[in-house]
């Protein structure tokens, strides 16, 4: 079956419209920068569907970062998307952590930061406590907040595979909500070895056989680093000089890492010259 893809479908006896998201590659990519824990290979993967998923309700062009931070082992897990489906993402964290560790146990007190950032427009944020079971009950929440649309929401991840689903009342149809609650009822007995292992059309047809179900072309999802040598520089040059000459004498070279994809852009003195006297710099990458 094809891969890291989305696919968007609508009901034609409903005013409902649905979303199945799988990925492994593009996943396997986010967990290949760093040695990360099961527990957070779990939650990078659930937070990399959910992100997909959000993407896909976007009505605008423009990036998307959903960021998990707490008091916890894990202080931050963030996946950063875009309205190509593009996504990167990385996580921080502290000392042993059960395999089995839930939410509350990852991130301690902690809470769910979404911001929107369209390519023309104003940059929208929404917050929400992590104070449920699951990371999906957390983005119910936030949906019930910020669109007011009812919406759910099922996401899993094995450390191999994540996938997720999203079902939502169409905009403006919040009457409609005994259909929602029976389409609901059907999408909530998904398990995780379906959506791993079924391709849509049957993740369809198995839990909506009744139904009249409208499948749109499957979008394809990418792992994506936005980092370049450039923006490397860009961000040496927001320090001091002489910090950098200091760093030069020591080491010969000043080594800038990408936390996302571990690419690494090496700039030498004659580079940092370069960079003060806003002249292009050597496109070497190690
Ligand atoms: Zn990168």
Aim: aromatic content about 6%; overall charge negative; some cysteine.
């Amino acid at each position: 079956m094809s891969k890291d893809t989305l696919n968007r479908y609508l009901f034609d006896n409903a005013d409902v419209r649905g979303q199945i998201v799988q990925l492994e590659k593009s996943y396997q990519e986010i967990l290949a920068a760093h040695t990360y824990p099961a527990a957070i290979q779990g939650l990078l993967g659930e937070l990399m569907a959910a992100t997909s998923l959000l993407t896909a309700t976007l009505k605008f062009d423009g990036d998307i970062s959903v960021q998990v931070q707490g008091t916890g082992p894990v202080s931050l897990a963030v996946i950063n998307g875009n309205n190509l489906q593009q996504l990167r993402g990385v996580s921080r964290w502290d000392g042993d952590i059960p395999a089995d560790a839930d939410i509350a146990q990852l991130m301690g007190q902690g809470h769910m930061v979404i911001t929107l950032t369209p390519t023309n427009g104003e940059r929208y944020q929404g917050v929400v406590a992590l104070d449920k079971p699951t990371l999906a009950e957390c983005l119910e929440q936030y949906f019930a907040q910020s669109e007011q649309l009812p919406t759910a929401i099922r996401l899993f991840a094995n450390g191999k595979q994540a996938a997720g689903m999203l079902l939502q009342v169409l905009p403006g149809e919040s009457d409609h909500n005994a259909e929602f609650e029976h389409l609901e009822q059907l999408t909530s007995t998904i398990k995780a070895e379906e959506l791993f292992e079924l391709d849509a059309t049957e993740v369809l047809h198995r839990l909506y056989h009744q139904e009249e179900v409208r499948l749109f072309d499957p979008i394809d999802v990418t792992f994506s680093c936005t980092c370049s040598r450039e923006r490397s520089g860009q961000a040496l040059r927001t320090v001091a000089k002489a910090e950098l000459d200091s760093i030069l004498a020591e080491q010969g070279k000043i080594d800038m890492g990408c936390e996302y994809c571990n690419s690494n852009y090496s700039f030498d003195s004659i580079d940092v010259e370069a960079l003060f006297n806003n002249a292009p710099t050597s496109d070497t990458q190690q």
